[in-house]
Structures are given as C-alpha cells and as structure tokens.
C-alpha cells in the first residue's frame, strides 16, 4: 500500500458529500456494494488504523482495501454469547457469525429441527460459554476441515464443519462439569479433541454426596473422538484441569492444573507453594483402555482411566502455583506452563518427557527454563524466529522472549530473554499469532484479546466492548497497528492462512445436516425441489415449500388452530448468496435458507385467523413482496 493511496482514501472519507455518481467513481468496483456509505465509514476506520501503522513505521500492513481479501481467516470465539465469529486479517474486519451454544434469530439456529438436532440432548439449553476455538490438524497443520469449540457453561464440545461453517456436532460430555481448556491432536492427525473437566465434582454425583466430604471429588481430562463427536474416554487426575495442548508426535497432552490441595474455598485453593502440570501418555492410556483397566460412573459406559499421582498414564511436573495457559512451541520442543499468580512461565522440553515416564528422571528434570516476565502470564504464542510472546494480564504487556536465550539463562549464563515489552489496552487474556500452533507458523501477526478497552473508543454506556489489538511482529519489535472492539468475549482465537480452507458457495443437496428432513420428505412422498405440498398427519401438519427468488411455492395454506405445523423450506436458487429466509408472523418463527439448502421448523398454530408469512433474508428487488398467507380455522 503506497502513501498515495493512502492519501485516496483519506480523500474517500470526506467524499460522503459528494453525488452519487462521483462517489461510485472514487470506490471504483466496490460500488457494486451499491452503497457507498456503508464503504465511507469502514475506510475511515482503515484510515485510522493506517495512520497508525504509518507512525509505527510497520512493516505488515493491517490495511485491505475494499473489495480485496484478507490474507488469514480469523476463528474468534464469542465467549459467554456462545458463538464463534469468523473474521478477517489482517482488516480485522468481521466477516461471520456461527452461532453454536446460544440462539440465532438471523439463522433460526436453535430453533430450527436441523439445529435441534445437532444440538441433541442439549437441544434445549440457549445459552453457552464458549472459549477456546481450535481447528483440526494433519501432521501439525490445519487441514481446513472442522473447528471444535468447548462450552464452559454446560460442559458442551461443539464442532464446526468447515466446508459450510455451521456447526454440525454438539456432545454433552458426562461426568464432568465446565469443559474449559480445548485443543486437539496435532499429529498424525486430528483423531482426538482433548478438553478439561475444570470444576471437581463427587464421580457419583447422584445427589447421595454431601457438601463437607469432597474426598469423591474428581476433575477429569476428556479425550473426545473428533469424527464421530464421541467421548473415547476419560483420565481422572489429581487437582483441577484449567488448560490444554499437545504435542508435534501424536504421544502427549499435557494439561495445568491449579487447585491441588482441592480446595472447595478460593483460600483453600491457592495455600500450596505449587501446582502442577499433568502429562498424559497417549499409547498408554490406549492401552490401558484396551485391557478394560477402567471403571464407569453416573450409569453411563464412558470409560475412565485412573491418571491420578503414582499412574503410569501420567506424570505430574510440579510448578508454581494457579498456572494457567498451556501452549506448545511452534518447534515441536517445549511445552510452556503460564504462571498467572507467579511472574514466570515453565518451559517443559518434550524429548525428556520419554524419559520421564520410563522414571530415568525426576518431574523437575524436564523443566528446562523458567524465564520471569512480568506480573500475571496467562497465554503464550509462537514465531517461526525462537520467541515467545506472553500476555501479562496485569502489566497489560505483551513480553516478547527468546527460548533458547531463557534456556540459557536457566542454565547460568548471563543472557537478556526479554526482548521487547509491549503495552496494550487493556488486561490481556489470551494471544496468538499468524498460524501460531502449527508447524507453519509464519511469524507475521500477533492478536492481544484484551478483556478491557476503557478509553480507547467512545464511550457506550456502563458495559464497554473489549479489545482486540493486532501486533505486527515481522520485524524485530512488536507494532500495534489496530485496535479492535468486540463484544462478549472473545476469550481465544485462530488465525488461519487462507489457503487452508475452502467454503463452499452453494450447498450440496447432500449435506448430512438437513437428510433427516429430506428422508421426512421421502416418507412422505413429496420432492422437495420441485414440489410443494401440505400433508395433515392427525394435528400435525408437514407444509413443504419451495422457493426462488421472490416466490414461495405456496402463496397460501390451511391450518386447524392447535395445530403442529412444520415448515419445510427448500431454496432452488442456484446463484451464490441468494439466502431466502422463512418467517411466520406472531410465533416467534424464522430461519435461513441458503442456496441449494433445506431448512425446517416446528410451531404450534396458537392464533385463528390470517397469518402472513415472509422471507426475511433480503434476496430480491422484490424482497418485500416474497410472502404469503397462512389461514388458521377455528
Ligand atoms: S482461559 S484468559 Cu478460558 Cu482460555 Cu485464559
Ligand atoms: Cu427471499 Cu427475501
């Protein structure tokens, strides 16, 4: 991006003044959008965050211009508004949203039968915490295929199919409460998502347990089948599970665990000099599981190992107390244990861990540098060049360091780790970088997810948004080239080349998500692509209709009032991003269909007389004029 054009665009900023005409000219083939005041105010903004980069001097440009692509797909999680958001980098501008554990009144998800089913056993919870977003891997790459996500708020894995970006698998994983830390195996392939069983609870927890004897109480680690969104099994260890990662080779996960004096008191909690870290042999532990070394609880057949203190399927590194993130080189070489309460990380080098579980050496053996950084480390990420960069909740800093130079220092020698502190605004969480944990970390971009924003945009009333700052790293310091507000909370997030994943345009007529209503349709003898029908089933009604841009295939229907309708919906538009929707008036019903898509949904007919119904995705010229009339008899 030259300055020129730089210079253009503060220009196109102050063009909203300017007729029509004139305009199209200045945006060029982003007229197309039709609306250049929905172009001025985004320039602005890229304006500013240009400005930015231009006094920083940065060597990576967050600028896009419009109509051009982001180089990364971002995968934010949405945090306590279950959702997760697809955004764009480095524009940071925001592209999608996939809703997962909460509602969407948009796409009807949570209220469609398509995402009831998904939903499961679950169907009926509307809320979610979603945390930490992580995409399956082939030889520690991503593969563009699935992106997993936990539920803290009711200890839900969900995964995300990344062809069509909805969410296609939800499980509710038994005998554990609050699913927090999430990652998945890297190598040889994604087999296993692997996610911690934060809050201890009696293994029995039938009602039978009292509130003074925790002695039953457990935490367990999840190991989650990633194709068929199955518990595999379950470790139980020694103190609370708070985060995850795994190793580059497909033998370890390893996990922090705060809480070991299992406390049930935030005093109790935090009396002991140190925690630990739990590392689990994968090989081991399937073996174990093959010769049924396991026991089963709460009357369901999930297996669960032992992992506790003295099991040859784990080794517990002790640390010090309350760590926290746990995130593995980009090298393959380290595990690294954030500190949170203490000033440091522990970097735990993984070629020892062979040794530690054939007990040629000590836990504390494998610790290999315990750098200080500052007050609060929580999460750190990758370059592709030997650094780190840890987020220091309390500085609000980013402390960039070098491993091997930490290594040496934990080794004597008189060597500066610390490379560069950065402030950002406010109270960082997590961070990551470009590709960040993979093998093809590309050492370009780092993003800071910080929980506060205070005075860094205009003020919006007593709840403010957080902020999310893109750090360009490629250069031998760290520049912030953008501020970026965000809603309930983005606790973690991926930054993915685009290369690595391929949507699809239109649906495919074959899509697993809505077969279960095709083979409805297939029962009920109807074609939905070029039928439309009304079947009475004693009070149920199955309504089948198409619809092409502006026209529903029906115009009218009849209902009995208490009647159970089931709308069922099918878009034959075959030109990408024409998305009809389905809303009845008065019953609190409305869905998304997209292009080649069936979609359906069920509501009871609790009003006589006429009721309007209207495709709420905006599609056509003739938009408003896409609707028709249900008549309920009474
Ligand atoms: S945790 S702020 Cu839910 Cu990822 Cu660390
Ligand atoms: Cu179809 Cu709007």
New binding site residues.
């Given amino acids: 991006m030259s300055d020129n054009k730089n210079n253009d665009l503060i220009e196109q900023s102050n063009q909203d003044t300017l007729p029509n005409e004139e305009r199209r000219k200045f945006f060029g083939k982003t007229a197309a959008i039709g609306l250049g005041a929905a172009v001025a105010p985004m320039s602005a903004a890229m304006f500013a965050s240009m400005a930015q980069a231009k006094a920083a001097e940065a060597a990576n440009s967050p600028f896009v211009h419009p109509g051009d692509l982001d180089e990364y797909y971002g995968f934010w999680s949405g945090g306590h508004s279950g959702e997760v958001r697809i955004m764009g980098l480095p524009s940071m501008r925001e592209l999608m949203r996939i809703p997962v554990f909460n509602i969407d009144s948009a796409t009807g998800w949570g209220l469609t039968n398509e995402s009831k089913r998904v939903k499961g056993d679950s169907a009926d919870v509307l809320a979610g915490d979603s945390h930490h977003p992580h995409m399956s891997m082939t030889d520690g790459r991503y593969n563009g295929k699935y992106v997993f996500i936990n539920d803290k708020a009711n200890s839900r894995v969900a995964r995300i199919r990344c062809n069509v970006m909805k969410t296609d698998k939800m499980l509710t994983v038994p005998n554990v409460q609050a699913i927090h830390g999430l990652r998945v195996q890297k190598a040889p392939e994604t087999k296993y998502v692997i996610c911690n069983g934060e809050f201890e609870i009696p293994m029995d927890n039938n009602g039978k347990s009292t509130l003074e004897d925790v002695s039953t109480y457990r935490s367990l680690f999840n190991i989650i089948d990633a194709e068929k969104m199955e518990v595999a099994f379950q470790v139980m260890v020694d103190g609370n599970l708070d985060n995850t990662d795994a190793d580059y080779d497909g033998k370890y996960f390893a996990s922090t665990c705060y809480n070991s004096e299992m406390g049930m008191t935030l005093g109790e909690m935090i009396t002991a000099e140190r925690d630990h870290v739990v590392v689990f042999n994968l090989a081991r532990c399937e073996a174990a599981l093959k010769a049924g070394e396991f026991k089963t609880y709460n009357g369901n057949d999930v297996p669960v190992l032992d992992g506790r203190k003295g099991s040859e399927l784990t080794r517990y590194i002790p640390v010090p107390k309350s760590p926290h993130g746990l995130n593995t080189s980009s090298d393959g070489k380290y595990f690294v244990a954030n500190g949170k309460l203490s000033p440091t990380v522990s970097v735990i080098a993984i070629n020892k861990l062979d040794d530690l579980f054939s007990d040629k050496i000590k836990p504390r053996d494998t610790i290999v540098a315990e750098p200080e950084l500052g007050l609060g480390p929580l999460h750190t990420a990758f370059d592709n060049r030997g650094n780190a960069y840890t987020t220091l909740f309390l500085d609000s800093q980013i402390a960039k360091w070098n491993v091997e130079d930490a290594i040496k220092a934990y080794n004597g020698e008189k060597v500066n780790y610390i490379r560069q502190k950065l402030d950002v605004h406010y109270q960082p969480g997590h961070n990551h970088t470009s590709q960040g944990e993979t093998r093809d970390a590309d050492g370009k971009w780092l993003v800071s997810l910080c929980k506060f924003s205070k005075d860094r945009f205009l003020p919006v009333g007593p709840l403010r948004p957080e902020n999310d700052q893109l750090i360009d790293i490629s250069g031998d310091e760290m520049k912030l080239v953008h501020d970026g507000p965000t809603f309930a909370e983005p606790h973690d997030c991926i930054i993915v080349h685009r290369s690595k994943v391929k949507p699809q345009k239109l649906w495919t007529r074959d899509d697993p998500i809505f077969a279960e209503t095709l083979a409805m349709a297939k029962k009920d003898g109807v074609d939905v692509m070029t039928q439309n029908k009304v079947i009475r089933d004693g009070n149920k009604v199955r309504v089948y209709m198409t ?1 092409v ?2 026209n529903f295939g029906l115009t009218e229907f009849k209902v009995k009032l208490g009647d159970e309708v089931t709308m069922v919906v099918t878009n034959l538009d075959m030109v990408e991003d ?4 389905f809303c009845m008036t008065n019953h609190g019903v409305q869905m998304e269909i997209g292009p080649q898509a069936t979609a359906s949904i069920t509501f009871i007919a609790n009003k006589p007389g006429v009721q309007w119904y ?7 010229a003739l ?1 408003m004029e ?1 609707r028709g009339r249900m008549l309920v008899e009474a």
Avoid at 578 to 581: F, I, K, R, S
Avoid at 614 to 620: E, S
């Fill in positions: 619809s841009a502006p024409v998305t009809h929707g209207y495709c709420n995705w905006f599609c056509h938009h896409m």
